[in-house]
């Protein structure tokens, strides 16, 4: 079976004035199907950079990443935007909800974009936030919320369309340690129960401690990629329908 990412030599160079500053520097690696997969570093490693080469975001100088069998560096900006619509959800630290809009018209939004009827996306819609225990919120908007309370929305959205892969960019950096210990749980589970890819970036050790595996970057560069022998997801049984 083919991996589900694939990155060989990658290479990412910006020009800032007459310099030339190496963001990322020959990385090579696979992430698996259904594997939790955590980029480790500090601010300035490279770690963010990656991520959005990963997601189609921004163009390497050199190299290829390959994610569900395609090319996606060889591919136009419409394709790429295309390609994500179909097959990756996205966590951010800062929610990025729509607040003029309820939780669940901010969870169906992804729906839309795959032509799915308003009817049936609102269904799917209630149906994940019933899953991460918003069931009563769904008519809030998420002004109306709390910051954990908002990071199951996101959540939420970002599993609605059973996206292959989910790319969650410090999910847990603007809340407290319970919250980000239930967040953290809610996304694993999700991941284990429909067997989809996370790419988790991170900063936090602990919050690195729910992945499969962790590699950790510096100066753009891979300083170690290792699977863990025991990890916080396989105490957690998983969430039910």
Do not use: W
Request: with cysteine; glycine share 8%.
């Amino acid at each position: 079976m083919e991996p589900m990412i694939t990155v060989k030599n990658l290479i990412k160079i910006y020009k800032v004035g007459s310099e030339k500053v190496v963001a990322l520097n020959d990385l090579t690696f696979d992430v698996a199907e259904g594997e939790i997969c955590c980029i480790l570093g500090t601010s300035g490693s490279g770690k963010s950079t990656l991520l959005n080469m990963l997601a189609g975001l921004e163009k390497p100088t050199r190299g290829e990443i390959v994610i569900a069998g395609q090319r996606i560096e060889k591919m136009s900006e419409k394709k790429v935007t295309n390609f994500r619509q179909k097959n990756v959800g996205f966590i951010f630290q800062s929610y990025n909800l729509l607040y003029g809009i309820t939780a669940l018209e901010n969870v169906a939004m992804p729906l839309m974009f795959r032509g799915v009827k308003k009817k049936k996306r609102e269904k799917i819609a209630f149906l994940m936030l019933a899953m991460v225990g918003l069931a009563k919120r769904v008519k809030h908007k998420p002004t109306q919320m709390s910051g954990g309370q908002q990071q199951r929305v996101g959540i939420a959205r970002a599993f609605a369309a059973r996206p292959k892969i989910v790319f969650a960019d410090e999910p847990t950096g603007n809340l407290d340690t319970k919250t980000t210990l239930e967040v953290m749980e809610l996304m694993v589970a999700l991941c284990r129960k429909n067997n989809q890819t996370l790419i988790l970036v991170t900063h936090d050790r602990d919050i690195a401690s729910y992945a499969d595996r962790i590699i950790r970057i510096s100066d753009g560069e891979i300083v170690s990629n290792e699977y863990k022998k025991i990890s916080k997801i396989n105490q957690f049984e998983g969430v039910k329908r």
